[in-house]
């Protein structure tokens, strides 16, 4: 596969990934921040991601199954992933938190069980697709071409 | 409260000292800006942000350590050779221990640097919170994630 190719699977991968609503404009606008001063930028902040990610899910799990559950300890938690899953664009991740946060209110022990799940697998979906992405970005600078700019 | 390792590794400025300025000798003149937030990613990216914006960035976790950098903590003697050399300062609302809100009160209580703009960055978007911090005299309120156009906005702030 040429540079060429390459750079077009990556923005047609890009652009099934907003599709689905994975990922939104804010990602690209982090793409859009690396240049030469920062050639890693995108993924040293994506693995800055997921680690805090798994940190907090992590933190949820625990929290969710406690004895007597602190709801606030919870939302907070909540609140900060949906934080960084905005700064990423990480637009289902993020959503699915905004619906986390009003059983939190609730106290909703159920309900929040089963976010739980859906936030995993958003989360597991978006690694997946992430990773793939980075590859491909990493195979086009390898071969001495450019990460092409989303225009959204 | 933990005050210490506040710094990410490519903060563009020195650690070790208060804020301090090398323009009064004639050197960088590009505008310097305290950003303060404890998400690391966030810190990460809007320094980013500002560095690509030809700024001068210092990074702090919290409050507390905010205004150990500006010079600005209870026990510290109040000089004003110290820590007024900041072009701007922005904040998150949200934060442990002491909110942004609360920083920039503090801000705006003290001689020095109260003349200092201060930005506040929310992701939630509640009038009366961002009333309030304009009352107290933010100059601006940004909804998260910041993007290059907001900070576009901030630049045209300091001159």
Same mark, same amino acid.
């Given at each position: 596969?040429?540079?060429?190719?390459?750079?077009?699977?990556l923005?047609?991968?890009m652009?099934?990934?907003l599709k689905e609503g994975?990922l939104?404009s804010?990602f690209?606008?982090?793409?859009?921040l690396?240049d030469e001063s =920062?050639?890693?930028?995108?993924?040293?902040v994506?693995?800055l991601?997921f680690?805090?990610?798994e =940190?907090l899910?992590?933190d949820?799990s625990?929290?969710l199954?406690?004895q007597?559950?602190?709801f606030?300890k919870?939302?907070?938690c909540?609140? @900060? +992933?949906?934080?960084?899953?905005?700064?990423?664009?990480?637009?289902?991740?993020?959503?699915?938190?905004i619906?986390?946060r009003?059983?939190?209110?609730?106290?909703?022990?159920q309900a929040?069980l089963?976010?739980l799940q859906e936030? @995993?697998?958003?989360?597991l +979906?978006?690694?997946?697709k +992430?990773d793939?992405? +980075?590859?491909?970005e990493?195979?086009?600078?390898a071969?001495?071409?450019s990460?092409?700019i989303?225009?959204f | 409260? $933990?005050l210490g390792g506040s710094f990410?590794g490519?903060?563009s400025?020195?650690?070790s000292?208060?804020?301090?300025s090398?323009?009064?000798?004639g050197g960088?003149s590009?505008?310097?800006?305290?950003a303060?937030d404890?998400n *690391? *990613?966030?810190?990460?990216l809007?320094?980013?942000l *500002?560095l690509n914006?030809?700024?001068?960035?210092?990074t702090a976790? $919290?409050g507390? /350590?905010?205004?150990?950098?500006?010079?600005l /903590?209870?026990?510290?003697p109040?000089c004003s050779?110290t820590?007024?050399?900041? $072009?701007m300062?922005?904040?998150?609302y949200c934060?442990?221990?002491m909110?942004?809100y609360e920083?920039?009160k503090?801000i705006?209580?003290?001689?020095?640097?109260k &003349?200092?703009?201060?930005?506040i960055m929310?992701? &939630? $978007?509640v009038p009366?919170?961002?009333?309030?911090?304009l009352e &107290?005299?933010?100059?601006?309120?940004?909804l998260?994630?910041l993007?290059q156009?907001?900070?576009?906005?901030l630049?045209? *702030?300091?001159y």
């Open positions: 596969m040429d540079v060429g190719q390459m750079q077009k699977r923005l047609d991968y652009n099934s990934l994975i939104d804010q690209a606008q982090l793409q859009q690396q =920062n050639p890693d930028f995108v993924a040293e994506v693995n991601f680690t805090d990610s =940190n899910i992590n949820l625990n929290a199954g406690q007597n559950v602190d606030k919870v939302d907070s909540v609140h @900060q +992933l949906k934080g960084s899953s905005a700064s990423i664009g990480a637009q289902r991740l993020k959503n699915t938190c619906s986390f009003k059983f939190c209110d609730e106290q909703n022990l929040c089963m976010c936030m @995993q697998q958003e989360y +979906l978006l690694r997946s +992430l793939v992405l +980075l590859q491909v990493k195979q086009i600078v071969a001495g071409g990460i092409p989303m225009e | 409260m $933990n990410d490519s903060s400025s020195s650690c000292s208060r804020l301090n090398k323009s009064e000798h960088d590009r505008p310097h800006i305290l303060v404890d *690391l *990613l966030d810190r990460k809007i320094e980013k *500002l914006s030809s700024c001068k960035v210092t976790e $919290n507390l /350590r905010a205004l150990e950098l500006l010079g /903590r209870d026990d510290q109040n050779a820590g007024s050399k900041v $072009n300062i922005i904040t998150d934060m442990p221990g909110t942004g920083l920039l503090k705006k209580g003290s001689s020095i640097l &003349e200092v703009p201060v930005v929310s992701s &939630e $978007n009366t919170r961002i009333n309030k911090c &107290e005299g933010a100059q601006m309120f940004i998260k994630p993007k156009s907001d900070v576009k906005k630049r045209c *702030l300091i």
